[in-house]
């Protein structure tokens, strides 16, 4: 209850009600969906997916300045920023550009970095991850460098080809016999029959042969890709 009080008995009174002016708040940015960018293709393109777009919302209740940056020519943003409303949202729609096309066989990574310029809350960054080509395994691969990026620098295990194989990407194996027990996961692509150089494959001249050692199974396939 408020109750009218006369500090200095002059006859006049005030009342206070207990009201409190609360300052604005700055909360930053949210920004969605949280995964980065993983596209695949083989050298010249295309890839796939090409882009991915992100949601920049303040969830504030003041206006700020936002930036959206990148650092390789082979990605693109929809927009690098501005001012963005208390509660309003803009679009970035990061692309994997034609200048991939040049890029080697490999994996490549960029970094989008989202900035709130004026407080620096919620500011984050999403990964763009771009795998050129198949991963090589190669038994009789010369080395020493065997990183799967090309036939000369193959795997010389089908397993370690595998392990090094992201989501939707081909394993190409050459001409030989390997001895593994081999469980494979269920987004796997693995090929064999290849030549051990370029891209030619024919399952018939070029043998792939999996003995496995003494075990109760050579391939554990769950839901794979196996040709």
């Known amino acids: 209850t408020a109750r009218p009080t006369d500090g200095d008995r002059d ?88 200048n991939a096309a040049a890029l080697s066989d490999g994996t490549h990574t960029d970094t989008v970095a989202f900035t709130d310029v004026t407080g620096g809350m919620g500011s984050t960054a999403r990964t763009v991850t771009l795998v050129v080509g198949p991963v090589h395994v190669n038994v009789n691969a010369p080395g020493p460098v065997h990183d799967g990026l090309s036939w000369g620098t193959a795997f010389t295990t089908i397993a370690e080809g595998l392990h090094a194989a992201v989501l939707g990407q081909e394993v190409w194996v050459a001409q030989a016999t390997y001895n ?13 029959g290849y030549l051990g150089q370029g891209n030619t494959r024919d399952i018939r001249a070029y043998e792939t042969v999996i003995t496995g050692e003494e075990s109760d199974y050579v391939i554990g396939v769950s839901y794979a890709s196996v040709t």
């Open 11 to 98: 006859g006049t009174a005030t009342v206070d009600i207990g009201c409190h002016e609360f300052p604005e708040i700055h909360a930053g940015i949210l920004v969605t969906p949280s995964s980065g960018l993983l596209a695949l293709g083989y050298a010249g393109g295309p890839f796939a997916p090409s882009s991915s777009a992100y949601t920049v919302m303040n969830v504030g209740r003041t206006d700020l300045d936002w930036t959206a940056g990148k650092t390789q020519p082979w990605v693109t943003l929809s927009s690098v920023g501005g001012v963005l409303p208390a509660g309003q949202s803009a679009t970035v729609i990061v692309t994997i550009d034609s």
């Open 180 to 192: 593994e027990n081999l469980r494979i996961r269920k987004d796997a692509i693995l090929k064999g």
